[in-house]
């Protein structure tokens, strides 16, 4: 599930990359664009979904119960695995997409008096004279150098990775990186994984059994928190256009057409080389992973960094009033798909 999910992203990544150059996106919205089509929504709209199917009559997925109890784990995993790829991935991508475009903007802004301007260029003319000279010997230095040995080259070369090592550490945004979802998915992963704390915290006869109450009386709450949010943020999309109808459509055409129809061929190619076992309620899942419309988060990120925020409600508008078509067709054939398998 973790290379599924990653599969979807670096796929969605590429597409948004095409339709950002194909339509020419602004700069301010090359991120959100490529965000939108490499995120799913893989929290609130899986939760509720795959418990309604296997309350449904025939459902290929055996009995109800555990078909709750196991596509509930599977989408909490999947949610969890999606928030961790999110914060970390399409974060930064927006980040540096927003911070291109102030930059660009600024430079436009930027004016000075024709005097100014004409004293600047004359300083830069006096130093490039003064430096004329300096840069030959430079330069003749640098060919001397070249004569030096190649252990002396390794070192340099380590030297400027080790270098660039320290800046990307440097740079890196943990804390956008350990947003609260994120936080929570590891934490999750922890006691999970880790039996002496799992008997400490989960079940009803384990000393701690208050923190996972808790934690579930939460969750419970989240999803309509989430549901009214999503409304919040589609009723916004009304009221602002700014993005064009080429981005919206190729959007939709991407995560409705494109992503479902690659990701049917990516899991039937798992399921034949035996990557993927025989369990049609974790097909299903999979096959979802692909179908599901841009996740909400996104237009979180955006408000962060006050940049496309009116455009990304637009996209949000149109690609969730889509869903509820789409994802119907899609859960329709993926059922089916994986019954007959």
Same mark, same amino acid.
């Given at each position: 599930?973790?290379?599924?999910?990653?599969?979807?992203? +670096?796929?969605?990544?590429?597409?948004?990359?095409?339709?950002?150059?194909?339509?020419?996106?602004?700069?301010?919205?090359?991120?959100?664009?490529?965000?939108?089509?490499?995120?799913?929504?893989?929290?609130?709209?899986p939760l509720i979904l795959v418990p309604a199917i296997c309350r449904e009559k025939g459902s290929p997925f055996g009995a109800p119960d555990s078909c709750h109890m196991?596509?509930?784990?599977?989408?909490?995993?999947?949610?969890?695995?999606?928030?961790? =790829?999110?914060?970390?991935?399409? =974060?930064?991508?927006?980040?540096?997409?927003?911070?291109?475009?102030?930059?660009?903007?600024?430079?436009?802004?930027?004016?000075?008096?024709?005097?100014?301007?004409?004293?600047?260029?004359?300083?830069?003319?006096?130093?490039?004279?003064?430096?004329?000279?300096?840069?030959?010997?430079?330069?003749?230095? &640098?060919?001397?150098?070249?004569?030096?040995?190649?252990?002396?080259?390794?070192?340099?070369?380590?030297?400027? +990775?080790?270098?660039?090592? =320290?800046? #990307? #550490?440097?740079?890196?945004?943990?804390?956008?990186? $350990?947003?609260?979802?994120?936080?929570?998915?590891?934490?999750?992963?922890?006691?999970?994984?880790?039996?002496?704390?799992? *008997?400490?915290?989960?079940?009803?006869?384990?000393?701690?059994?208050?923190?996972?109450?808790?934690?579930?009386?939460?969750?419970?709450?989240?999803?309509?928190?989430?549901?009214?949010?999503?409304?919040?943020?589609?009723?916004?999309? $009304?009221?602002?256009?700014?993005?064009?109808?080429?981005?919206?459509?190729?959007?939709?055409?991407? *995560? =409705?057409?494109?992503?479902?129809?690659?990701?049917?061929l990516v899991i039937r190619g798992a399921i034949h080389l035996g990557f993927v076992h025989a369990d049609p309620l974790y097909q299903f899942v999979l096959l979802l992973?692909?179908?599901l419309p841009p996740a909400m988060n996104i237009g979180t990120i955006t408000q962060l960094f006050g940049s496309g925020q009116s455009e990304c409600s637009v996209i949000?508008?149109?690609?969730?009033?889509?869903?509820?078509?789409?994802?119907? $067709?899609?859960?329709?054939?993926?059922?089916?798909?994986?019954?007959? &398998?």
């Amino acid at each position: 599930m973790p290379v599924n999910i990653l599969l979807t992203f +670096i796929l969605g990544l590429f597409f948004g990359w095409v339709l950002g150059k194909i339509t020419k996106a602004p700069q301010h919205l090359k991120g959100l664009v490529i965000g939108s089509c490499a995120a799913g929504n893989l929290g609130n709209l899986p939760l509720i979904l795959v418990p309604a199917i296997c309350r449904e009559k025939g459902s290929p997925f055996g009995a109800p119960d555990s078909c709750h109890m196991y596509g509930m784990a599977y989408v909490s995993l999947s949610m969890a695995i999606g928030a961790i =790829y999110l914060w970390s991935i399409v =974060y930064n991508i927006v980040r540096v997409s927003s911070t291109k475009s102030y930059e660009v903007i600024n430079v436009k802004n930027e004016s000075s008096d024709e005097e100014t301007s004409k004293s600047l260029q004359e300083q830069l003319i006096d130093e490039l004279d003064l430096e004329g000279t300096s840069a030959m010997d430079d330069a003749n230095v &640098s060919l001397l150098s070249c004569a030096k040995t190649d252990e002396q080259g390794k070192v340099f070369i380590l030297d400027k +990775i080790k270098k660039q090592i =320290y800046s #990307f #550490f440097r740079n890196i945004n943990l804390k956008a990186i $350990l947003a609260p979802s994120t936080t929570a998915a590891i934490v999750g992963f922890i006691v999970g994984l880790v039996p002496p704390i799992q *008997r400490l915290m989960i079940g009803a006869s384990a000393p701690l059994h208050v923190v996972q109450d808790s934690a579930l009386l939460l969750g419970e709450a989240a999803i309509p928190i989430v549901t009214l949010i999503v409304g919040a943020n589609l009723l916004r999309g $009304l009221r602002g256009s700014g993005v064009q109808l080429t981005v919206i459509l190729g959007i939709i055409a991407i *995560r =409705y057409v494109f992503l479902p129809l690659i990701g049917v061929l990516v899991i039937r190619g798992a399921i034949h080389l035996g990557f993927v076992h025989a369990d049609p309620l974790y097909q299903f899942v999979l096959l979802l992973q692909y179908a599901l419309p841009p996740a909400m988060n996104i237009g979180t990120i955006t408000q962060l960094f006050g940049s496309g925020q009116s455009e990304c409600s637009v996209i949000l508008l149109w690609t969730y009033s889509v869903a509820s078509v789409s994802l119907t $067709l899609w859960s329709t054939y993926f059922m089916w798909l994986v019954a007959k &398998s």
